[in-house]
């Protein structure tokens, strides 16, 4: 079946960092991909999310390329603020519902 | 932009009781809500997918006379946690889509469930 798997965290790193979360899938078709934030005690956010082969989405400085041939949807800033310290959930949508990663903790210290 | 609210936040209750957990859509029709589980660290687990003025379809492994799941109206739905035990304590979250598998969903703020 479709599944999504994440790198592990927790992830640390310093205020102004370049952050990398890799998230690769299995799936049947072409799925759409998404990034999900979610903040202490807070439901998911939608983040970013691409349709198809080679869509970049973005928003808020992070970015994620579909890539098609290494089923990957990286998740990447250039430059991270403490209040991005969340946990960063990858999905797919597959048979009319959503596939989740395990998720990863981002904190970023000052 | 779309919300949807879900209420309560945070319920603790009593081994053997039943708890409700509504899940509404404030600006959009949800014709599609979904329930999730999450446990503590862990990824969202789903529990079912209910669809309005239909039975929900439960994903396996889960008890569907336990986990009781209503979709009344195009902006309401209902998770009623029966007969709870403390292994049902967990992080509960809806989410809602107005259209289809493309379309985005919008997550509730989770409740999270105490069973004493």
């Known amino acids: 079946g479709d599944s999504v798997t994440q790198m592990e965290g927790p992830v640390t790193l310093s205020e102004e960092a370049f952050l990398t979360i890799n998230c690769t899938y299995t799936?049947?078709?072409?799925?759409?991909l998404f990034w999900y934030v979610q903040y202490p005690g807070e439901g998911l956010q939608l983040l970013l999310k691409?349709?198809?082969?080679?869509d970049k989405g973005s928003n808020k400085g992070f970015e994620a390329t579909y890539r098609k041939e290494t089923t990957s949807f990286h998740l990447e800033k250039g430059s991270v603020q403490v209040s991005d310290s969340a946990v960063y959930f990858c999905?797919?949508?597959?048979?009319?519902?959503?596939?989740f990663g395990q998720g990863t903790r981002l904190t970023i210290n000052p | 932009g779309a919300v949807v609210s879900q209420h309560p936040s945070r319920v603790i209750c009593k081994s053997g009781t039943s708890v409700k957990i509504e899940c509404r859509s404030l600006?959009?029709?949800?014709?599609?809500m979904f329930w999730y589980r999450q446990f503590p660290k862990q990824s969202l687990m789903l529990m079912a997918t209910?669809?309005?003025?239909?039975?929900?379809?439960?994903e396996q492994g889960v008890e569907k006379d336990k986990f009781l799941i209503n979709h009344a109206s195009l902006t309401l739905s209902t998770l009623t946690v029966t007969s709870a035990h403390p292994e049902d304590s967990s992080f509960y979250i809806c989410?809602?889509?107005?259209?289809?598998?493309?379309?985005?969903?919008?997550f509730g703020n989770g409740t999270r469930l105490t069973v004493t």
């Open positions: 989410s809602a889509s107005a259209g289809d598998h493309n379309s985005p969903l919008h």
């Open positions: 799936a049947t078709g072409y799925p759409s």
């Open positions: 691409a349709t198809k082969a080679d």
């Open positions: 999905a797919l949508s597959g048979a009319q519902k959503l596939v």
């Open positions: 600006d959009f029709q949800a014709t599609t």
């Open positions: 209910s669809n309005e003025g239909s039975k929900a379809t439960y």
